[in-house]
Each structure stands twice: as C-alpha cells, then as structure tokens.
C-alpha cells in the first residue's frame, strides 16, 4: 500500500510515509474486512460510518507540515485510525467522535497498541474542545458546509486546519492557515466523506 497508493501517488513527506509504516491498519477495521486492510479504499466500520481510503488520510496528513512537536485535534475519530497515525508524529493528539461506541472502541485499540499521547472524547467536535485549545494543527475528517468558528478559535496563530467543504455539488478538501490573526485558504482538490454533524 505504502510504494503503490501513497509514494505511487505523490505522497513524499517522510514523516507520514514512517507513520503509515507504523500503525497496523487491519486493528482499525471489523474483523470481516481485515484482508481489506491495505486496500486503498474506505472500509465500514459500524453506525453507518467509514474508516477513510488512506490516499486520502495521507494528503490531509501531508497537508498538516507536523515536525513532531504539535498538539494536534482530530474531528470525527471514527475508528481512532488516524489519531493513531498521528500519535506517532505528533506531541499529543486529541480525538472527538459524536458516537459513542465508535469512540470506546476506538480508545481500546488505541490503549492495546499503546498509545499514549493519543486521547479520544466522545462529543460534537464542530464545538472542539475548548479545555485543550490552542491546537497547532486541526483535521477534520467529516465534510462541513462551512469551517466551524470554534474550530478556527482554537487554532493556533501559524497553525494549519484541513477540512473537506461540500457545496451542493461536490467536496473540496481545504487547507486553511491562521496567519497573522487572518485566514488563508487553498483548494486541494475534490474529496468524498460522510458529513459533519453539527449540533448548533
Ligand atoms: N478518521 C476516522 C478513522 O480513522 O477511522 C474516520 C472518520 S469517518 C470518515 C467520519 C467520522 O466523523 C464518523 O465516525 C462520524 O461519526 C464522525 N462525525 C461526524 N460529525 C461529527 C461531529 N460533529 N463530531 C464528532 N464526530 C463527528
């Protein structure tokens, strides 16, 4: 999957190839798909919900530029694949998913493989999580209609916040920089994800 999918593709930060290269993704899914495990697709995962195709993880994480030191917000944790993948380049990583029982079995493999800079917390992660702020870097892993404000409030000056925005027609994976107190916006092309639920 790593030679293929990722450097294949154009993934080339050696931060994020050596993550990949560290989490076992087949503990991330139900047992029925572990031989799907390195298959570049999206897998189920329960409630509707889908652990994402790891091209996709790889540029959002690409996108992130973590040199090791961050404090890092992960909306919509799902499986806790991806706080595990950052867990391994990050300071500390924090993870929000609104289902509960996606959230708690996402904290038990995360505690069997070890991880412990890596924290889960069942929740409305278009809200954050204010007691942590400011994070260095923020992923969000659901499609919003718009960047939530708590989110961008608790961003870091410098910081990096990658979400994918859906209009009516389609998703746009978006990299948003706080520079200067001020928003910068990129497009980095079209993406596909299960939608960001916000409560408000
Ligand atoms: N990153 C996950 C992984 O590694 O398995 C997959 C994320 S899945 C594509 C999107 C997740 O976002 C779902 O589990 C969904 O329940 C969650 N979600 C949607 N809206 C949310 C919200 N407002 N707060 C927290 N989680 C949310």
Same mark, same amino acid.
């Given at each position: 999957?790593?030679? *293929?999918?990722?450097?294949? #593709? $154009?993934?080339?930060?050696? +931060?994020?190839?050596?993550?990949?290269?560290?989490?076992?993704?087949?503990?991330?899914?139900?047992?029925?798909? *572990?031989?799907?495990?390195?298959?570049?697709?999206?897998?189920?995962? $329960?409630?509707?919900?889908?652990?994402?195709?790891?091209?996709?993880?790889?540029?959002?994480?690409?996108?992130?530029?973590?040199? $090791?030191?961050?404090?890092?917000? %992960?909306?919509?944790? /799902?499986?806790?694949?991806?706080?595990?993948?950052?867990?391994?380049?990050? #300071?500390?990583?924090?993870?929000?998913?609104?289902?509960?029982?996606?959230?708690? !079995?996402?904290? %038990? +493999?995360? !505690?069997?493989?070890?991880?412990?800079?890596?924290?889960?917390?069942?929740?409305?992660?278009?809200? /954050?999580?204010?007691? !942590?702020?400011?994070?260095?870097?923020?992923?969000?892993?659901?499609?919003? +209609? #718009?960047?939530?404000?708590?989110?961008?409030? !608790?961003?870091?000056?410098?910081? +990096?916040?990658?979400?994918?925005?859906?209009?009516?027609?389609?998703?746009?994976?978006?990299?948003?920089?706080?520079?200067? /107190?001020?928003? #910068?916006?990129?497009?980095? $092309?079209?993406?596909?994800?299960?939608?960001?639920?916000?409560?408000?």
């Amino acid at each position: 999957m790593i030679e *293929k999918d990722l450097i294949g #593709r $154009g993934i080339y930060n050696e +931060r994020v190839l050596y993550a990949f290269s560290k989490v076992p993704r087949e503990e991330f899914v139900p047992p029925q798909y *572990k031989h799907l495990a390195y298959e570049d697709y999206p897998l189920p995962i $329960g409630e509707g919900q889908t652990i994402s195709q790891p091209y996709m993880v790889a540029i959002m994480l690409q996108e992130m530029h973590l040199k $090791g030191d961050e404090k890092v917000l %992960e909306v919509g944790a /799902g499986s806790g694949y991806v706080v595990a993948l950052l867990a391994e380049i990050c #300071r500390e990583v924090w993870g929000i998913e609104r289902i509960a029982s996606l959230a708690e !079995q996402a904290r %038990e +493999r995360l !505690q069997k493989l070890g991880y412990t800079n890596a924290h889960i917390i069942i929740g409305d992660g278009s809200k /954050g999580l204010p007691e !942590q702020a400011p994070f260095d870097a923020i992923l969000v892993s659901a499609a919003g +209609r #718009r960047v939530p404000p708590a989110l961008w409030e !608790q961003l870091a000056e410098g910081g +990096r916040l990658i979400i994918p925005l859906e209009n009516e027609y389609s998703q746009i994976l978006t990299v948003i920089e706080k520079k200067e /107190g001020k928003m #910068r916006k990129r497009e980095a $092309g079209p993406c596909l994800f299960v939608p960001l639920i916000e409560e408000e």
